[in-house]
């Protein structure tokens, strides 16, 4: 199963270009031996997947179209999907599709491509999101260059948690810093929020604030109050008695009435509640 791999330059403080696409601030670094990393990375790759601005930049800057053999210099025979809407003009000799719409439709054809190497999604940084979003994210290596823009296009415009990233490798390449992560997905753990609905507790109450309540002809002295915490913070009571005359009946609830004393008994068993709560083992 080939791996997908979002591979890119970035400013150090996260810009993949500049908002006119220009990746000066990129290539007038001195580039020392940083060419060998991109070459060793380049081993592993099957297929490049690209948006069309980085496609047309590729052909612009190179003069793609007039000399179309640089292309091969560049990604050998490898073939090369372009997420576009429009119609682009096409590296004579290149294996270069376009293609257009949810990266999930297109995810089997692009692994097929890749044969038994890897995927190397080039960028923007919003189609490396449009993979991530898809869950079709594997790698991030990202080559941090020693300057920053003011604005620009950003390297990942989506918001990844660090339980979905994690740091595989750092290393310096000449004036160049390479963070490699692996992008988890998601999953329900434990260390999420758990989402309580109600606390419940139950009160004794005590003899002399008892009450006694009638249900289809039958009294009830009631004795104990379950108060129940509910999500929006307030407390909700109901009352739960004995038959007066004896027997069955003691799960019939009844509404507490409105008295100072069984509100303050209310009251002081949610907070003796939330202490043990607090100190449970
Ligand atoms: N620093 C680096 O290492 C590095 C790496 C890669 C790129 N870059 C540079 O960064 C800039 C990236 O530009 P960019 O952010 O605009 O991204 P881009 O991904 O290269 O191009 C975006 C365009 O691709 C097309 N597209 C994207 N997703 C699509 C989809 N699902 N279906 C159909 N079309 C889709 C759309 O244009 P259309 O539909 O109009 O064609 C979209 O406007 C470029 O200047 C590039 O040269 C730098």
Do not use: C
Request: net charge negative.
């Amino acid at each position: 199963m080939p791996q997908t791999i979002y591979y890119a330059a970035s400013t150090l403080n996260g810009f993949l270009a500049s908002t006119d696409d220009s990746l000066d601030w990129l290539l007038q670094v001195p580039q020392d031996n940083a060419l060998g990393a991109a070459d060793a990375f380049m081993e592993r790759v099957g297929v490049l997947v690209e948006g069309s601005a980085t496609y047309e930049w590729m052909l612009r800057e190179n003069d793609l179209l007039n000399h179309p053999e640089r292309w091969q210099e560049f990604y050998g025979e490898r073939p090369t999907f372009v997420f576009t809407s429009r119609e682009l003009p096409l590296v004579p000799g290149a294996d270069i599709r376009l293609i257009s719409g949810e990266v999930g439709q297109h995810l089997a054809a692009i692994s097929e491509a890749a044969g038994d190497r890897d995927i190397w999604v080039v960028g923007g940084g919003d189609l490396a999101g449009q993979f991530a979003d898809a869950g079709a994210l594997d790698e991030i290596i990202v080559t941090i260059a020693p300057a920053t823009l003011a604005q620009g296009k950003p390297f990942l415009p989506r918001a990844l948690s660090w339980r979905e990233l994690e740091l595989t490798g750092t290393r310096q390449i000449g004036r160049f810093a390479e963070l490699s992560y692996a992008v988890r997905r998601e999953e329900a753990s434990v260390d999420e929020e758990p989402q309580v609905s109600a606390l419940a507790i139950n009160v004794q109450i005590p003899p002399a604030l008892r009450w006694v309540d009638t249900r289809r002809d039958r009294s009830f002295e009631l004795q104990t109050i379950n108060v129940r915490l509910l999500p929006d913070g307030t407390l909700a009571a109901k009352a739960y008695g004995r038959p007066v005359e004896g027997g069955r009946g003691g799960y019939t609830p009844f509404a507490v009435p409105d008295r100072p004393e069984l509100t303050q008994l209310i009251s002081a068993a949610a907070d003796q509640a939330g202490r043990l709560w607090a100190s449970h083992r």
